[in-house]
């Protein structure tokens, strides 16, 4: 599995900034892998 850290701390640091924020990318690049990292470690 290929650690996305630089895009997990960006969208950690704007979390609470008001704003939508949205991922795209091509399939199976990582879109969900990045949400359910988001949700183990901080929405917990």
């Known amino acids: ?3 996305r850290d630089k895009y997990l ?3 950690i640091a704007t979390r609470g ?3 939508p924020k949205v991922i ?3 399939r ?3 879109k969900s892998y ?3 990292e ?3 470690e ?3």
Do not use: E, S, V
């Open 1 to 3: 599995m290929i650690n």
């Open 42 to 44: 901080y929405l917990k």
């Open 28 to 30: 199976r690049c990582g």
């Open 24 to 26: 795209t990318g091509i």
């Open 17 to 19: 900034n008001g704003f």
């Open 9 to 11: 701390k960006q969208l």
């Open 38 to 40: 988001i949700y183990k």
């Open 34 to 36: 990045l949400l359910n």
